[in-house]
């Protein structure tokens, strides 16, 4: 199977730690999102025009939340997709909040303090970046509660739920994430940081 990635791609990252975790070798194609021809090429793969995609075969599949899924069903035995109902919903539930939630707000803080002008599209806006604070803050709150009486997010093991929640705090130094009064969501981040998967896939990002 070969990867379509970037290594500053929060969403990439999930699939990628998912796929070290499991021990599954993927052929790792790096996309360069700065480069049209490479943006021309990854549109035929994707018609979002996004990283990571995942081609297994003449099997194309994008959405970083899918492939993950995908990747741990190749697995037997595997325990960080749980084959019970309930307990699968759970880590759906969080997959699907981590994508419609709490990355979207961190990508606002993302662009604003470090992609914009990385891509000449000019300085940060006040206004956006107060708003980017807003949504991070309520979404933090939730995770924050969930995370006070527990080590990981659903049940008592590592999830693909971690993955799916952790990628995109991998911006919070570069863009200053607010997020150090959260204290459970720090602990339980520090946790992560010591899985071999985030290990293997840390880059050093630009400041904003």
């Known amino acids: 199977?070969?990867?379509?990635?970037?290594?500053?791609?929060?969403?990439?990252?999930?699939?990628?730690?998912?796929?070290i975790h499991?021990?599954?070798?993927?052929?790792?194609?790096?996309?360069?999102?700065?480069?049209?021809d490479d943006r021309?090429?990854?549109a035929e793969l994707n018609p979002n025009g996004k990283v990571p995609v995942l081609a297994d075969g003449d099997f194309l599949l994008w959405e970083?939340?899918?492939?993950?899924?995908?990747?741990?069903?190749?697995?037997?035995?595997?325990?960080?997709y749980p084959q019970a109902p309930q307990a699968r919903a759970d880590v759906n539930r969080w997959l699907f909040w981590a994508a419609q939630h709490f990355a979207p707000a961190i990508?606002?803080?993302?662009?604003?303090?470090?992609?914009?002008?990385?891509?000449?599209?000019?300085?940060?806006?006040?206004?956006?970046?107060?708003?980017?604070?807003?949504?991070?803050?309520?979404?933090?709150?939730v995770l924050d509660a969930h995370l006070a009486q527990r080590e990981w997010l659903c049940g008592d093991a590592l999830t693909l739920a971690e993955f799916a929640v952790?990628?995109?705090?991998?911006?919070?130094?570069?863009?200053?994430?607010?997020?150090?009064?959260?204290?459970?969501i720090q602990a339980w981040f520090a946790r992560?940081?010591?899985?071999?998967?985030?290990?293997e896939t840390d880059?050093?990002?630009l400041p904003g």
């Open 192 to 199: 992560v940081r010591q899985l071999r998967a985030w290990q």
């Open 107 to 141: 990508s606002v803080l993302a662009w604003e303090r470090a992609w914009k002008g990385m891509t000449g599209n000019g300085p940060a806006d006040p206004l956006e970046e107060a708003r980017g604070e807003h949504e991070l803050h309520a979404c933090a709150v």
């Open 1 to 19: 199977m070969r990867l379509y990635h970037h290594p500053m791609s929060s969403n990439a990252r999930r699939a990628l730690m998912t796929a």
């Open 40 to 42: 021309r090429r990854l």
């Open 166 to 184: 952790a990628a995109p705090l991998m911006y919070s130094e570069a863009v200053r994430l607010p997020l150090a009064q959260y204290q459970h």
């Open 22 to 36: 499991l021990g599954l070798p993927l052929e790792l194609a790096e996309v360069d999102l700065m480069n049209a």
């Open 64 to 80: 970083s939340c899918a492939i993950m899924q995908y990747l741990a069903e190749q697995v037997p035995g595997q325990t960080i």
């Open 203 to 205: 880059v050093k990002l």
